[in-house]
T-cell receptor, first 116, second 110 residues
């Protein structure tokens, strides 16, 4: 099956610093990747759609300058949380489609961000 | 309003006690319905895709079915290792738009 890898799996940082999370498709190329945020006992909240070679599409209410997304290659998308604050602490998950003509999303392992 | 609703929120079963999880949706023009399993602190793991009413998919003790309004995930003779949160997602006509349910947390006791 398709494998999506996320790194780091957990990170702790001080308030005001920036944190970068990587999402890689290991055995397939992904023109589109998706970034989600998940709060405890809640479902996935789509933050943005990452498109290789073009700007990401952000969902309403998600700050573009706060959550920088770069999709520089067909196997890598990054999410940078800039000037992180405690309210940014959350579980961030990326996903990708193995084939552009199907809907199955394959998810990374998730990244737990804790901002002190 | 397009949405996906899962029930129950939580389900406790004894090992071997079969049951079903429900995913109802009001998304128009469904492209596909997906079931995922999510373990604590992990990303969702893909289980099934269903595309049209009447379709069924099976994997080990799990069987997913689809109607025009809802999907069921049937768990036959569950084992403790089946304990997880099961998520349902619906793909809208917009190919990149997915609606996720809030999940059913299943706990199977030995």
């Amino acid at each position: 099956g398709a494998v999506v890898s996320q790194h780091p799996s957990w990170v702790i940082c001080k308030s005001g610093t920036s944190v970068k999370i990587e999402c890689r498709s290991l055995d397939f190329q992904a023109t589109t990747m998706f970034w989600y945020r998940q709060f405890p006992k809640q479902s996935l909240m789509l933050m943005a759609t990452s498109n290789e070679g073009s700007k990401a599409t952000y969902e309403q209410g998600v700050e573009k300058d706060k959550f920088l997304i770069n999709h520089a290659s067909l196997t890598l998308s990054t999410l940078t949380v800039t000037s992180a604050h405690p309210e940014d602490s959350s579980f961030y998950i990326c996903s990708a489609r193995q084939r552009p003509d199907t809907g199955e999303l394959f998810f990374g392992e998730g990244s737990r961000l804790t901002v002190l | 309003e397009d949405q996906v609703t899962q029930s129950p929120e939580a389900l406790r079963l004894q090992e071997g006690e079969s049951s079903s999880l429900n995913c109802s949706y009001t998304v128009s023009g469904l492209r596909g319905l997906f079931w995922y399993r999510q373990d604590p602190g992990k990303g969702p793991e893909f289980l099934f895709t269903l595309y049209s009413a009447g379709e069924e998919k099976e994997k080990e003790r799990l069987k997913a079915t689809l109607t025009k309004k809802e999907s069921f995930l049937h768990i036959t003779a569950p084992k403790p290792e089946d304990s997880a949160t099961y998520l349902c997602a619906v793909q809208a006509p917009n190919f990149n738009k997915f609606y996720f349910g809030s999940g059913t947390k299943l706990n199977v006791k030995p």
